[in-house]
């Protein structure tokens, strides 16, 4: 009986899809082999006048300031998906421990995974160049630190900014799929584990870890997602000034920098979807070949 109805359920879902996402990618990918100027075709009524094959590919390239933001949102990346799957996971293992107030503590570290991407970016544009450069850090604060003011106004102190703003907002996020994960390990593990004689570090790496593998899977596909694609904290915090940008804002700066040319952002465009769907394929096989049968 489900089969019988699976097709009919699914059809609508299938066919938005493919008018919201798919036909304008196609689309899109095709724009980004032409002399495409937002409103209209350089040299040509249609896309096929205006065809310019790889070109704009090549110059994505040779292109000084995407190769920039292609390093600094790696740099970012490989830290911030470290950083918050750890945080996320010590949030699950604490709440895991608590015997009451669960879900009050839950809610508290998922709070700021509501906030929208700009209103989060300027909150804490103003945390860091009034609390922190002032009156926590500054040189006349009460913890005077150098490497934490002014930290929007720097190419190396604004990742470690962005960094403190991103663990803030995903952990929680993360950490209520690491909780889920880890409530459904059974205790008979750890009991007999605990017999036989394991501490509680051997036990969190020779039970939790693999049987948590599903979780893991899931969290680092997000954080690398949402890594790559950060871009609302990035605008609001520097704008792209100081040698800030990632990759997310480069290619929304594009039009600008080049007089409209909106094929070679496409092209950049292009570029930037195929570099995340192979990093986040590849790490989907790897976690996925580590998951064990609870």
């Given at each position: 009986?489900y089969?019988?109805?699976f097709?009919p359920?699914?059809?609508?879902?299938?066919i938005l899809?493919?008018?919201?996402v798919?036909?304008p990618?196609?689309?899109?990918?095709?724009y980004s082999?032409?002399a495409?100027?937002g409103v209209?075709?350089?040299?040509?009524d249609n896309?096929?006048h205006?065809?310019v094959?790889?070109?704009?590919y090549?110059?994505?390239?040779r292109?000084?300031?995407f190769l920039h933001?292609?390093?600094?949102?790696?740099e970012?990346t490989?830290?911030a998906v470290i950083a918050?799957?750890?945080?996320?996971?010590?949030?699950?293992?604490?709440?895991?421990?608590?015997?009451?107030?669960?879900?009050?503590f839950?809610?508290?570290f998922f709070?700021?995974n509501l906030?929208g991407?700009?209103a989060?970016g300027?909150i804490?544009?103003?945390?860091y160049?009034?609390?922190f450069s002032?009156?926590?850090f500054g040189?006349?604060?009460?913890?005077p630190?150098?490497?934490?003011?002014?930290?929007?106004?720097?190419h190396t102190k604004?990742?470690?900014?962005?960094?403190?703003m991103?663990?803030?907002?995903?952990?929680?996020?993360?950490?209520?799929i690491y909780?889920t994960?880890?409530a459904?390990?059974?205790?008979?593990?750890?009991e007999?584990a605990?017999?036989?004689?394991?501490?509680?570090?051997?036990?969190f790496v020779?039970i939790?870890?693999?049987?948590?593998?599903?979780?893991?899977t899931?969290?680092?596909f997000m954080?690398?997602?949402?890594?790559?694609k950060?871009l609302d904290p990035?605008v609001?915090?520097?704008?792209g000034?100081?040698d800030?940008?990632?990759?997310?804002?480069?290619i929304?700066?594009v039009?600008?920098?080049?007089?409209n040319?909106?094929?070679?952002?496409?092209?950049e465009?292009v570029?930037?979807?195929?570099?995340?769907?192979?990093?986040?394929i590849?790490?989907?096989i790897?976690t996925?070949?580590?998951?064990v049968e609870?």
């Amino acid at each position: 009986m489900y089969k019988k109805w699976f097709l009919p359920f699914i059809t609508p879902a299938i066919i938005l899809f493919s008018l919201v996402v798919g036909l304008p990618f196609i689309i899109g990918v095709l724009y980004s082999f032409s002399a495409w100027r937002g409103v209209y075709f350089k040299g040509g009524d249609n896309i096929f006048h205006a065809w310019v094959g790889f070109e704009n590919y090549k110059k994505v390239f040779r292109n000084p300031d995407f190769l920039h933001a292609l390093l600094y949102t790696m740099e970012f990346t490989v830290i911030a998906v470290i950083a918050v799957n750890l945080f996320a996971m010590a949030q699950a293992l604490l709440i895991n421990a608590v015997g009451r107030a669960v879900g009050f503590f839950r809610a508290t570290f998922f709070l700021p995974n509501l906030l929208g991407g700009l209103a989060l970016g300027y909150i804490w544009l103003f945390i860091y160049e009034n609390i922190f450069s002032s009156v926590l850090f500054g040189p006349k604060g009460l913890m005077p630190f150098e490497l934490l003011t002014n930290m929007t106004q720097d190419h190396t102190k604004n990742l470690i900014a962005l960094l403190i703003m991103f663990v803030w907002q995903q952990s929680g996020y993360m950490m209520v799929i690491y909780a889920t994960g880890l409530a459904s390990i059974s205790q008979d593990y750890y009991e007999a584990a605990s017999i036989d004689g394991a501490g509680p570090v051997k036990r969190f790496v020779h039970i939790t870890v693999p049987l948590l593998m599903p979780s893991i899977t899931i969290v680092l596909f997000m954080t690398l997602a949402n890594s790559f694609k950060l871009l609302d904290p990035n605008v609001a915090l520097t704008n792209g000034e100081y040698d800030t940008r990632m990759l997310a804002l480069q290619i929304l700066r594009v039009p600008k920098d080049t007089s409209n040319n909106y094929g070679l952002a496409q092209a950049e465009a292009v570029l930037f979807f195929l570099i995340v769907a192979a990093i986040s394929i590849a790490q989907v096989i790897a976690t996925k070949s580590r998951e064990v049968e609870a």
